[in-house]
């Protein structure tokens, strides 16, 4: 939630028409006191009358010449009219205002906003920032102000070159400061992703709301009407006026959609009078697939560029009480790393592989998506069972569109080196986080074997790889200790001519050269090196993929530290490159049991049973650092709960994960009032009691885990800010923390 503030964040705030947007940031404006005087203008004087008597605006005018001398630097007018009235209110704010006030507005549509001002002025005034809040409510008007309505809700401002960075920051910050999340993007870009998510719903819906009471004169049929008919015509309820609106201003982009959707309604009406069965149900669950994959994400705020309705977005807090017990036996979901490459090499084998104990997060589905979108078959994920026709190590067709890896490293970078070696060109983004990442780890290697791979200029995405290379066989040794980096070369290894060889500086999951030789691909490897030769090909089979070591460290810390727990973990994987958890923990003193082992596939599998035992602080060995790379975070909590200090070092591979582990892990421990110090590579952690407060996850899903469970030695409640991401590796997190006994609530 956004706080009250008392900074000034604009000097006069002046919002012309006081509809639902221009009346709700009015009101947002003046509870949080973040602007010297709000000035609100409409023509009705009975909305001027609400407005003043229900606080929302300092003082009103009927129109802008009254109050436009006083304004200056530092001012902001919001043009809160309807889409096509924009262009003339903008008029009159360009006669009128100093170049120095900011001029923003509401409207749902962009380019026709540019094109008017463009046509008024000769060019876009650089105090224009165009703007759109992507918030709204079936009610309407300054009766429904809600000081709220911004919360968590994205802004969209669209800049051109001439708009000015001092009115753009001012704007930005307005937004930001009644709580929503600012993004800014070209207007084609923002008017194509509103015509596909927004305005073509609409119009749909009005469509067949229209048809369907056209044939509705003599019987009542909406009188039977069922749940897929309200929820497919919910929106037709919407205001017909500013939908007229949008419909003539975004003409263009909704006309270059809409055509789309009747090419495949035209496929669709054959398909189902010529009773092609087989065809319906594979476009149905084409459909269903890329709806599943765009929900999970929908619901949990994630994708940043895509095809979303932003709309939908809401960030979920997490409260999280002391006092829970620990108790339980449960298996969590699949391992994350064996689920993305279940999916590659299932999709580059020969053959039908069958995939069960898929982990159903969103950076394996981002895996996942991205081989459908390359022209992979591949049925599921149902209950964790994934059917992938393989095309072979030379099937895969170019993408339409660049491959969108959400907030997934391992995605990103071992795709990077199995696209290395394509005949065709593909581009490679992921979400916020992924894009401050580094990938010049894996552009380097990649282009020794000579591919042609684009970054940032900082070596971030997106990642542009030109197709139709010869690769050729490396020996590669990596600067750091990364699994990632190993697989991404060896993956490209697979299109190179002769041997290609990776040496390590310490051992990192081998999760690839097991999976690889399951699909009877050879792959040697001793020591710190592995090595494969080009040019051989994938047999498709069957995994098995164990429940996620990382996701049970969350439960085996919780017994750990909780006096009376006892926890049993099941199917867990325990390959020797990922049990630094269980190392560690043993060394701090924690009681853990192996039993039921057993091989599945290539991989090791037991129960893990914790049950609570005091714990004491060490100093961390620096070989088990990348045998507990990711479970780092909530060893951090081990520590704040243990006796003395544990220090770790040699671990500056932290600091670029999903996010500065070290950091984001220091910040909230001390918030917490634990003593914990970041160092370069690593952090001292002095043992003793955590109390309560409210800690930033980073958008780092291990890091908001991680406080959860430290809530439970905490002397209150903590909260938890921003946890979406928990979705991207641990889905049902929740609830089977509420099942051993964990209080932890959504807020
Ligand atoms: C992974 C390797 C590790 C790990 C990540 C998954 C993998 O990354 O942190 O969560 O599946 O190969 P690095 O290779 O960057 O250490």
């Known amino acids: 939630m956004a706080k009250k503030k008392t900074e000034k964040v604009v000097n006069r705030l002046v919002i012309i028409g006081m509809g639902l947007i221009g009346s709700s940031l009015a009101a947002a404006v003046r509870e949080r006191n973040i602007a010297k005087e709000v000035i609100g203008i409409s023509r009705r004087k009975s909305t001027l009358e609400i407005a003043l008597n229900n606080g929302i605006v300092d003082r009103c005018a009927d129109d802008l010449v009254e109050v436009a001398s006083e304004l ?54 650089s105090q224009l920032v165009p703007g759109h809040p992507i918030a709204g409510s079936e009610k309407s008007g300054v009766t429904a102000a809600n000081s709220e309505l911004f919360i968590d809700h994205r802004v969209i401002l669209t800049p051109v070159e001439s708009t000015s960075e001092d ?58 009407a069922a749940g897929g008919f309200r929820d497919f015509t919910r929106i037709a309820a919407s205001d017909p006026i500013m939908w007229r609106d949008i419909a003539v201003a975004n003409k263009k982009a909704v006309i270059e959609v809409m055509d789309k959707v009747m090419d495949n309604l035209v496929s669709l009406r054959s398909l189902i009078e010529n009773t092609e069965e087989d065809k319906l149900t594979a476009m149905f669950k084409r459909a269903r697939d890329a709806r599943n994959h765009f929900g999970s994400m929908l619901e949990s705020n994630k994708l940043d560029t895509g095809l979303q309705s932003p709309m939908n977005e809401k960030v979920i807090n997490y409260i999280v009480s002391p006092g829970g017990n620990a108790r339980g036996d449960l298996r969590v979901p699949g391992d994350k790393s064996m689920s993305h490459r279940s999916i590659m090499l ?13 982990l159903e997060g969103e950076d394996s589905l981002a895996t996942l998506q991205a081989f459908r979108d390359m022209g992979v078959e591949i049925e599921g994920p149902n209950e964790g069972r994934v059917v992938i026709r393989g095309v072979g190590l030379h099937g895969l067709k170019a993408p339409k569109k660049p491959l969108y890896l959400g907030n997934s490293g391992t995605s990103i970078r071992l795709l990077s080196g199995l696209l290395a070696g394509q005949a ?34 900082d070596g971030t995405p997106p990642m542009r790889i030109k197709g139709g290379q010869k690769l050729k066989g490396i020996n590669y040794r990596m600067p750091m200790a990364s699994a990632q980096v190993k697989s991404c070369v060896l993956l490209a290894g697979l299109y190179a001519e002769g041997e290609t060889t990776t040496v390590e500086p310490a051992p990192t999951r081998d999760h690839t050269e097991r999976m690889l030789r399951g699909f009877g691909y050879q792959v040697d490897s001793n020591d710190d090196t592995a090595s494969l030769n080009g040019g051989g090909r994938l047999t498709s089979t069957r995994i098995n993929v164990p429940a996620d070591i990382s996701s049970a460290a969350f439960f085996m810390v919780a017994a750990a530290i909780v006096p009376g727990s006892d926890i049993t973990l099941r199917h867990v994987g325990v ?127 291990r890091i908001a885990m991680a406080f959860s469970i430290a809530a439970l030695r905490a002397n209150g409640p903590i909260i938890i800010k921003e946890t979406n991401n928990v979705a991207t590796s641990f889905p049902n997190f929740i609830s089977l923390a509420r099942q051993v006994g964990i209080n932890i609530k959504l807020a």
């Open 167 to 224: 009115h753009l920051k001012r704007t930005s910050a307005l937004w930001q400061n009644v709580g929503a999340m600012v993004s800014t993007m070209t207007v084609q870009e923002h008017d194509q992703i509103l015509a596909a998510t927004s305005h073509l719903p609409h119009f749909l819906a009005y469509s067949l709301v229209d048809t369907l009471a056209g044939m509705n004169e003599k019987t009542d049929i909406f009188r039977y």
């Open 72 to 125: 200056s630097s530092g001012d902001v007018v919001v043009i809160g009219v309807p889409t096509l009235s924009v262009p003339e209110v903008l008029k009159q704010c360009v006669e009128l205002l100093s170049p120095e006030v900011t001029i923003t507005d509401v409207a749902s549509v962009k380019e026709s906003v540019v094109i008017a001002a463009q046509e008024l002025f000769g060019e876009v005034p």
């Open 346 to 358: 299932g999709s580059l084998a020969d053959g039908m592989t069958e995939v069960t104990g898929f």
């Open 424 to 457: 065709f060109d593909v581009e490679l983004q992921g979400d916020t986080s992924l894009s401050g990442r580094p990938m010049g780890r894996v552009a380097t290697p990649l282009r020794k074997m000579g591919a042609v791979i684009e970054t940032e200029k």
């Open 575 to 701: 390959n020797p490159t990922r049990i630094g958890v269980i190392n560690i923990l043993r060394q701090m003193g924690a009681n853990i049991e192996l039993f039921n082992p057993a091989q599945v596939g290539d991989e090791p599998v037991a129960d893990i049973r914790v049950r609570y035992a005091p714990l004491k602080g060490i100093a961390i060995p620096e070989d088990q650092v990348p045998l507990a790379i990711d479970e780092f975070p909530v060893l951090f909590v081990a520590a704040a709960c243990a006796e003395g200090k544990t220090i770790l070092t040699g671990a500056e591979e932290l600091r670029v994960k999903e996010s500065d582990r070290i950091q984001s892990m220091a910040d909230g421990l001390v918030t917490l009032g634990v003593d914990a110090v970041a160092t370069d590579d690593g952090i001292h952690i002095e043992g003793g009691e955590i109390g309560s407060g409210e800690v930033e996850s980073f958008d780092d899903h």
